[in-house]
């Protein structure tokens, strides 16, 4: 026994020496089996990429549905409608209608590639149920589309949206709204307490269109029909336009569950189009929106101002033949949400003499309100919204007020009219106050202030101010037309039914 422990104590080195050397080689080894093994791999993906391009080139097509077969699917692709296999590796739920898909081999769906980013606009004129719409394009040829599911609950008339016509198919909204272009849907806050001098007009307002919605049963048991619209006119500058804003914000008052009433504000002007067709197609969006958001169960005003410049006399000879196809569009629209009892249409205008009769006709715009120029007291009564304690005054706003006031209404006279029969009137300038100059004058009273308070004077708004204001306003106004047409005057002054032979500027020498 113990010779063998000589022997291995001789050879005891040499054994750890093999050893060592035996695991290095077996590292060594494992690592050349490894780098083995990755060259196979990227030499079999290089195998796999010089066949892929050997394969024909994949095509693109339209996911119209499932077929019977849940291995097989409708697509439109190449221009023609073809029922194709589905690769097993494509999952179900990312086949949506509408979807893109690739056709690999033999035409298979091997991959679902979203929905289309690029192609045709056309505006959405109405919607047929959930899943289809009707659209048009820039020349005005309508197509039957689908709508794909996030466009389901998302498009509204009047959109732009994206869609392939040959597929049927709408993809996405896109924000260029046409409606939107022509109108503002957000509801003003403009209240009846921001009106002064108007007092009268408001309560047959309110009267005539907030009473219908706030008590629609009392009107159903007494068999009344709610007014589908009415005309405001009168010169400008006075309050038309707040007044419809005031009634969208008092609307949505009365709803009470947090919701809001729709303030479609339609610029007459921004409707006309050279292109025939194209201003009757613009009307029939804006009532086609209107009639949408009100199924909503939400009163929806459609305020259209400067009536005038567009809806004129048909035959009159004032403007173009345009009104002759243009004004039975409106009546068509207005005629038709008879049944829609929370639609309700304003007019306004400073030329109601221009406005087609069958447009004021009982049964459309029925009502007519008259809103004048303010008197003394209504005068007053605008100020007061505008010169509160909460700005620097150096009297109080009764005096300050009553100092304008007689400013506005101190006898200066501007232009001497020559009436038909010969007679004559002159005409000042209180003749041509308005609730838009008497927010100017108080404007040019502010910056006035202001600059006195830099100079080192006194703080705050003083009579002398507003006293220059209103000279100031007076001799800048640009309400007034000139001598070319003297029937203006008359109109503008609100003396309607006088004819005027000729105008004459009162200068101040004079």
């Known amino acids: 026994m113990s010779g063998y422990k000589i022997e291995d104590d001789a050879f005891g080195p040499e054994l750890r020496e093999l050893k060592r050397e035996n695991q290095a080689m077996s590292a060594r080894n494992k690592k050349l089996a490894e780098l083995l093994k990755s060259s196979r791999d990227k030499l079999n993906s290089l195998y796999a990429q010089v066949e892929?391009?050997?394969?024909?080139?994949?095509?693109?097509?339209?996911?119209?549905?499932?077929?019977?077969?849940?291995?097989?699917?409708?697509?439109?692709?190449?221009?023609?409608?073809?029922?194709?296999k589905v690769a097993p590796t494509v999952p179900p739920e990312a086949l949506k209608p509408g979807t893109m898909v690739r056709l690999?081999?033999?035409?298979v769906v091997v991959e679902a590639c979203g929905y289309e980013s690029t192609g045709q606009l056309t505006t959405l004129v109405e919607k047929i149920g959930r899943e289809r719409a009707v659209v048009a394009d820039q020349q005005g040829t309508e197509h039957l589309v689908h709508l794909t599911e996030p466009l389901q609950q998302a498009a509204r008339a009047g959109d732009t949206v994206l869609v392939d016509v040959k597929s049927g198919y709408a993809f996405e909204r896109i924000p260029k709204t046409e409606v939107n272009q022509l109108s503002l849907e957000e509801v003003p806050d403009v209240t009846y307490d921001d009106i002064g001098g108007l007092s009268s007009q408001i309560e047959t307002i309110r009267d005539s269109v907030e009473l219908p919605f706030a008590y629609p049963e009392l009107y159903r048991s007494y068999k009344l029909t709610p007014p589908k619209g009415l005309l405001l006119y009168g010169p400008p500058g006075c309050g038309k336009t707040l007044i419809a804003k005031a009634v969208a914000n008092s609307l949505s008052q009365r709803i009470g569950d947090g919701g809001q009433a729709h303030f479609i504000n339609v610029k007459g002007p921004e409707l006309l189009n050279k292109f025939v067709g194209e201003t009757e197609r613009r009307i029939r969006l804006i009532f086609e929106r209107a009639r949408e958001l009100a199924s909503e169960g939400r009163?929806?005003?459609?305020?259209?101002?400067e009536m005038e410049s567009i809806f004129r006399t048909r035959g009159s000879g004032v403007s173009s033949d345009m009104e002759t196809t243009v004004v039975p569009q409106l009546l068509t629209e207005i005629d038709g949400v008879e049944g829609i009892a929370n639609v309700i249409v304003i007019g306004a205008t400073n030329r109601e003499e221009l406005i087609d009769p069958a447009i004021l006709?009982?049964?459309?715009?029925?009502?007519?309100?008259?809103?004048?120029?303010p008197n003394r007291a209504e005068a007053a009564d605008i100020f007061t919204r505008y010169l509160t304690e909460d700005i620097p005054l150096a009297a109080s706003p009764a005096a300050l007020i009553e100092a304008a006031v007689d400013a506005m209404f101190a006898p200066r006279p501007f232009v001497r009219l020559t009436l038909i029969d010969g007679s004559e009137e002159t005409l000042h300038y209180s003749d041509f106050v308005s609730g838009a100059m008497i927010a100017n004058v108080v404007d040019r009273a502010k910056k006035l202030a202001i600059k006195d308070h830099i100079a080192g004077g006194g703080q705050g708004i003083t009579a002398?101010?507003?006293?220059?204001?209103?000279?100031?306003?007076?001799?800048?106004?640009e309400d007034m037309p000139n001598t070319a047409n003297p029937d203006e005057w008359a109109r503008i002054t609100g003396r309607q039914g006088k004819r005027v032979a000729s105008a004459e500027v009162l200068t101040e020498q004079a």
């Not at 690999?104 to 035409?107: A, Q, R, V």
Request: charged share 25%; net charge negative.
């Open 104 to 107: 690999g081999d033999g035409t």
């Open 299 to 305: 009163p929806v005003i459609i305020f259209f101002d």
């Open 464 to 477: 002398d101010h507003l006293r220059a204001a209103v000279r100031a306003e007076q001799d800048e106004s």
């Open 52 to 84: 892929a391009l050997g394969e024909p080139a994949s095509t693109y097509g339209i996911y119209l549905g499932p077929a019977s077969n849940p291995m097989e699917a409708e697509v439109h692709t190449s221009g023609r409608q073809m029922r194709v």
């Open 361 to 373: 006709r009982p049964g459309r715009l029925d009502i007519k309100i008259r809103v004048s120029r």
